[in-house]
């Protein structure tokens, strides 16, 4: 069974970090292109890093680059989005997602309808 389990989160103050993992189970992530997602109040899901499976190229959008942080560890299956310098009108419900062999074209994170896999979502709430 394939599952994707993200921790972290919680209450963060402006200007603050935190770190959110996503370990996966079923499936070995180095097969997969993986990005990381925060649903909006529209509930839209918006992207903000990705990793393409073909090389392993980290790419970011221009809403998080420079603050955000994709990383893997492939050696315990877990994914990592660590986030510096939150905004308020960043509290949102975040999510890791998987894809096997999912590619980056152009530069641009593949949107949510590319993924299959996904977390459950955890929250992180910016405010002091």
């Known amino acids: 069974q394939v599952q994707l389990v993200e921790s972290g989160g919680g209450s963060v103050q402006p200007g603050g970090s935190t770190t959110l993992s996503c370990t996966a189970s079923?499936?070995?992530?180095?097969?997969?292109?993986l990005g990381w997602f925060r649903e909006g109040p529209d509930k839209k899901l918006e992207e903000l890093t990705c990793?393409?499976?073909?090389?392993?190229?980290?790419y970011y959008t221009g809403a998080v680059k420079g603050r955000f942080t994709m990383t893997v560890d492939y050696a315990r299956n877990t994914m990592y989005l660590q986030m510096n310098n939150l905004k308020r009108d960043e509290s949102a419900k975040y999510f890791c997602?998987?894809?096997?062999?999912?590619?980056?074209?152009?530069?641009?994170?593949?949107?949510?309808?590319?993924?299959?896999?996904w977390g459950q979502g955890i929250q992180v709430t910016v405010s002091s």
């Open positions: 079923g499936l070995d992530l180095k097969d997969y292109g």
């Open positions: 997602a998987a894809e096997i062999g999912l590619g980056v074209v152009g530069g641009h994170c593949p949107r949510d309808w590319s993924y299959d896999e």
């Open positions: 990793i393409d499976s073909r090389d392993g190229k980290t």
